[in-house]
């Protein structure tokens, strides 16, 4: 059974920085694209980043590109959201989630979800 | 602003069916499978429907979904109080090279 949990949120002043963990069971990262989504309060799902199998492949939505890196370790199935520069508008619940194939996420069909944690960017 | 349009809310009685609409452009829908989900409130979402119109196992066949030029619509039959929650069309997005989602619609079932 594939199961992922998200850890590391919290509240973090506006400019600060929060590393997100994603660990997974159930799964060889190797084999799947990753991603991460969020949630703003009352809002609608927002994806953030990709991160394939080979991790040779990277995206990024334009509102965190050059402030958010994903990254993952294999041999500790876990996958990782660093954010950086974070703004009142980065509050949100993350979610990452796993993709089919590990080329690629078409359809963007996530097959798979964490449970969530809460960032809170907040003075 | 979403890519991909959903109307805000869509209501009927239980038993009716109910359609949902996602609309977008030839740079998402129009080159890519769609995947709808659903979500309650607290929870994280769950897959409902994968190349525009698959059922994972576990979802009952009154969900369905399907795809024509650059809109996917997700139907519900025999609606019942439990399916109340929020729905969102998802695609890839060539143009943007990024993953999108719809603004969402919340479905009540009165």
């Known amino acids: 059974e594939v199961q992922l949990m998200e850890s590391g949120g919290g509240l973090v002043q506006p400019g600060g920085s929060l590393r997100l963990s994603c660990t997974t069971s159930?799964?060889?990262?190797?084999?799947?694209?990753m991603t991460w989504v969020r949630q703003a309060p009352g809002k609608g799902l927002e994806w953030v980043s990709l991160?394939?199998?080979?991790?040779?492949?990277?995206k990024y939505a334009d509102s965190v590109t050059g402030r958010f890196t994903i990254s993952k370790d294999d041999s500790k199935d876990t996958l990782y959201l660093q954010m950086s520069s974070l703004r009142v508008d980065d509050t949100a619940i993350y979610y990452c989630?796993?993709?089919?194939?590990?080329?690629?996420?078409?359809?963007?069909?996530?097959?798979?979800w964490g449970q969530g944690t809460q960032v809170t960017v907040s003075s | 602003q979403s890519v991909l349009m959903q109307p805000p809310s869509v209501s009927a009685a239980p038993g009716q069916k109910v359609t949902i609409s996602c609309s977008g452009s030839?740079?998402?829908?129009?080159?890519?499978?769609v995947s709808w989900y659903q979500q309650f409130p607290g929870t994280a979402p769950k897959l409902l429907i994968y190349?525009?119109?698959k059922r994972p196992s576990g979802i009952p066949d009154r969900f369905s979904g399907s795809k024509s030029g650059t809109s996917a619509t997700l139907g519900i039959t025999g609606l019942q109080t439990g399916d109340e929650a929020d729905y969102y069309c998802?695609?890839?997005?060539?143009?943007?090279?990024?993953?999108?989602f719809g603004g969402g619609t919340k479905l009540t079932v009165l």
């Open positions: 989630a796993k993709c089919r194939s590990s080329t690629g996420c078409h359809g963007l069909r996530l097959e798979n």
């Open positions: 159930g799964l060889t990262l190797r084999d799947n694209t």
């Open positions: 991160i394939t199998g080979s991790g040779e492949v990277i």
């Open positions: 030839i740079s998402n829908i129009g080159k890519d499978y």
């Open positions: 190349d525009n119109n």
């Open positions: 998802a695609t890839w997005d060539s143009n943007l090279d990024a993953g999108e």
